[in-house]
């Protein structure tokens, strides 16, 4: 069941907006609720019918969960039917090693996305559906954005503009001041999603298969239905047959037994991961979520980062709307480096890692035989947003 629009387009250009969020994901929507839960009037955007299907991001590791926790929707991903997670699997070169991975969950991005706009819906935003919107003129009291939904276009204002539209946006892309720019060599994302888990496969475990090429993880999510997210080298898939094709040949060199039915799902694929955005905040214009800059990501970090992101921007810009000072941009610029940009230093060390098969191979060889030293890594990974994190932020 598709949901519906709070409100028409015509309308969004009457009315006197405190926020207009473009990009309904996960950092968009939960930076909706929270600027609306404040009594303000947001107004929140995406391009998409929904609920929709995204390439990846199932995975909430014990950060994003307590994202969740602290803003009173603990409940939400059990309620959506989330898949306990436990374990890690990893192979690479016939090498295999299982570590623990308690806490985190699985749910499928079509469930979580709809869960969360219906969240901020609850909480006062308004919601607009297959609508995109681009970046127009900028005033001392506000900014505009274009919203256009088929054949009809409207100019919208509001004291804030949050930009959280995802990998590649054309809003960004048009513009030279907030482009986005891809690391050379970035690997690209890749997924679909089997309607039954091959057998031999469990709920509760992570598979992730490395191999020159890139890497494969896979999942069980709800319905019984497996999740298959990679991160393929672009020329691979290009040059062997395209991303089905690819994602086989890492199963097959990494050792993992082999999934028939592959080249019959509907494979999707994203713009080049890893990113770098020029500039993340200016006059009445914060980005947040994948917009902002991007890494390869692992066992449900990029999930967290975008959720403590969005979280934290309702609270810094709730605090100051509907005045705005220049200093906003510098505390922002400051809390994502610390929430968010520091966090992904991990991933993009992992990153280099999986680059190299025969040194990801006896790393995993060595883990099967002291599966401890992985503790430390785990442990960060899991680390919880907490007060003191934002503090310090």
């Not at 929507?29 to 600027?35: Q, T, V």
């Not at 299907?53 to 014990?62: D, F, H, I, M, T």
């Amino acid at each position: 069941m598709s949901i519906a629009a709070t409100l028409t387009l015509r309308e969004t250009g009457t009315i006197d907006w405190d926020a207009i969020v473009v990009g309904a994901g996960p950092s968009g929507a939960i930076a909706a609720r929270g600027l609306a839960l404040t009594g303000r009037k947001v107004l929140l955007v995406d391009k998409a019918r929904f609920p929709r299907w995204k390439v990846c991001g199932c995975c909430l590791n014990l950060r994003a969960l307590s994202v969740f926790d602290e803003a009173g929707l603990g409940s939400l991903v059990r309620e959506r039917g989330g898949v306990p997670l436990h374990r890690i699997e990893v192979a690479s070169m016939g090498g295999r090693c299982q570590l623990p991975l308690p806490g985190g969950v699985t749910l499928s991005r079509e469930a979580l996305d709809a869960a969360l706009v219906e969240a901020a819906i609850q909480a006062g935003a308004q919601f607009l559906p297959q609508t995109s919107a681009s970046l127009e003129g900028v005033a001392a009291d506000y900014r505009t954005a274009r919203l256009r939904s088929g054949d009809e276009a409207v100019t919208a204002q509001a004291r804030l503009v949050v930009v959280a539209s995802g990998l590649g946006s054309k809003l960004l892309t048009d513009s030279e001041e907030f482009a986005t720019t891809p690391t050379p060599g970035s690997r690209i994302g890749a997924g679909a999603i089997a309607p039954v888990a091959p057998s031999g496969y469990e709920s509760g475990t992570i598979y992730m298969a490395c191999a020159k090429a890139g890497y494969v993880g896979f999942t069980m999510i709800e319905g019984g239905r497996l999740d298959v997210a990679a991160a393929l080298n672009a020329d691979a898939v290009r040059t062997n047959g395209g991303l089905a094709r690819v994602a086989s040949r890492v199963l097959e060199e990494a050792g993992f037994r082999e999934m028939t039915d592959l080249d019959s799902l509907d494979w999707r694929g994203t713009p080049a991961l890893t990113r770098h955005t020029a500039r993340i905040s200016a006059h009445r214009l914060l980005l947040v979520g994948d917009a902002a800059g991007y890494v390869e990501p692992f066992t449900g970090e990029g999930m967290a980062w975008a959720l403590s992101g969005g979280a934290e921007l309702a609270r810094i810009a709730s605090r100051i709307l509907p005045q705005w000072h220049s200093a906003i941009e510098d505390e922002w610029r400051l809390c994502y480096r610390r929430m968010v940009t520091q966090r992904q230093l991990v991933c993009k060390a992992l990153s280099a890692l999986l680059r190299h098969p025969r040194l990801t191979a006896t790393i995993v060889r060595a883990l099967a035989v002291a599966p401890g030293l992985a503790r430390p890594l785990i442990r960060q990974l899991n680390a919880e947003v907490t007060r003191a994190t934002r503090s310090s932020a």
